[in-house]
């Protein structure tokens, strides 16, 4: 009987429905992330804070808090930096939470670096950091002088490099004969950041080094962090070489057409490249030469007239001058 009068119900309402007189029934509304809960709808986490200095840029070794804070249970944060995504944390915390990133994972390069945080039903928020620097490589080192004096001033004085990098240098430190030697940059960015290397000519007092020769370590570092190590022959040599003069005699004549000057030079310390010789007539510079000697026939047409006086020094490698050998002859 209960079954009949279903039927009889169900087909009035079919009848009634047919008529077109009605209107047909609104479709249900959409279900939203908060549906079927009580409470304020939901609402995505935020980045509170992204903790990276301004200085120095993040190196392989640089991580940084990002702090989120959320109502709900959060899900990921992922990073966009130079068009790639990582993925770096997943959590599930109420309130405020921690997630650490790796610079290393960000890749290299200067950039804007983007974050975002999104909670498990996919309700995302994000933040970005402008011109964001991570320096994954180490700096470049050139030597410029591997042999100098320790009793010179100047270059001849210097054991020098050039050191590069392609964001901003840190410091440069000399291991060599039991001793460090080190030189800081400055803590700040330099004005070709982003437009050239950071380049820089790096010289220690020979002085400092004393007498020595053997290998020696040089250790870049960059601001980052990043270190590279070269080692190099150094030779610190205090001992001036030698000069001979074989011709002219003292108190020659010379007249008419040429006369020849022979010298030589000997260094018995420092390096196996001779000395060069450095002729001088009548107060004038006129040659140097490649040792260990030289024969230099000299014009007398170029010669005033009475004493002339022929001087030859002899210098080494490092820079040490031998005691000047002179000759006064008349023409």
């Known amino acids: 009987m209960r079954a009949l009068s279903t039927l009889a119900l169900l087909t009035a309402a079919l009848?009634?429905?047919?008529?077109?007189?009605?209107?047909?029934?609104?479709?249900?509304?959409?279900?939203?992330?908060?549906?079927?809960?009580?409470?304020?709808p939901a609402e995505p986490p935020t980045i509170r804070a992204i903790e990276i200095p301004t200085f120095p840029p993040l190196g392989p070794a640089s991580r940084f808090d990002v702090v989120v804070d959320s109502r709900d249970a959060w899900a990921a944060l992922t990073a966009t930096f130079k068009n790639r995504?990582?993925?770096?944390?997943?959590?599930?915390?109420?309130?405020?939470?921690?997630a650490a990133v790796r610079a290393r994972d960000l890749g290299e390069g200067q950039g804007t670096l983007v974050l975002e945080v999104c909670d498990l039903l996919n309700a995302c928020?994000?933040?970005?950091?402008?011109?964001?620097?991570?320096?994954?490589?180490?700096?470049?080192?050139?030597?410029?002088?591997?042999?100098?004096?320790?009793?010179?001033?100047?270059?001849?004085?210097?054991?020098?490099?050039?050191?590069?990098?392609?964001?901003v240098l840190g410091d440069v430190r000399l291991e060599t004969f039991g001793k460090v030697l080190t030189r800081d940059f400055p803590k700040a960015y330099p004005s070709t950041l982003g437009k050239a290397w950071d380049v820089s000519r790096v010289a220690f007092d020979a002085s400092l080094l004393g007498e020595?020769?053997?290998?020696?370590?040089?250790?870049?570092?960059?601001?980052?962090?990043?270190?590279?190590r070269r080692s190099f022959?150094?030779?610190?040599?205090?001992?001036?070489?030698?000069?001979?003069?074989?011709?002219?005699?003292?108190?020659?004549?010379?007249?008419?057409?040429?006369?020849?000057?022979?010298?030589?030079?000997l260094d018995v310390g420092g390096t196996t490249t001779p000395p060069?010789?450095?002729?001088?007539?009548?107060?004038?510079?006129?040659?140097?030469?490649?040792?260990?000697?030289?024969?230099?026939?000299?014009?007398?047409?170029?010669?005033?007239?009475?004493?002339?006086?022929?001087?030859?020094?002899?210098?080494?490698?490092?820079?040490?001058?031998s005691a000047p050998i002179v000759r006064t002859i008349t023409h």
Request: charged share 20%; with cysteine; hydrophobic share 40%.
């Open 85 to 98: 995504v990582t993925a770096f944390a997943t959590a599930s915390s109420n309130g405020r939470a921690r």
């Open 15 to 40: 009848l009634v429905g047919c008529g077109g007189d009605e209107p047909e029934p609104e479709p249900a509304p959409a279900r939203t992330p908060n549906a079927g809960r009580a409470g304020p």
């Open 212 to 228: 020595s020769s053997g290998v020696a370590s040089l250790v870049a570092r960059d601001a980052a962090g990043n270190e590279v």
């Open 276 to 321: 060069t010789l450095e002729l001088w007539i009548g107060g004038a510079r006129v040659a140097e030469l490649p040792g260990p000697a030289i024969d230099v026939d000299v014009d007398t047409a170029t010669l005033p007239p009475g004493p002339v006086e022929v001087r030859v020094l002899a210098r080494d490698e490092a820079g040490n001058e």
């Open 233 to 265: 022959q150094l030779v610190v040599d205090g001992t001036p070489p030698t000069a001979t003069i074989t011709a002219p005699l003292e108190g020659a004549h010379v007249a008419g057409g040429t006369f020849a000057v022979r010298a030589a030079a």
């Open 125 to 167: 928020s994000a933040r970005a950091v402008e011109d964001l620097i991570v320096d994954l490589s180490p700096p470049e080192i050139e030597p410029e002088r591997l042999v100098a004096s320790p009793k010179v001033s100047g270059t001849a004085g210097q054991i020098a490099f050039w050191v590069a990098d392609d964001w």
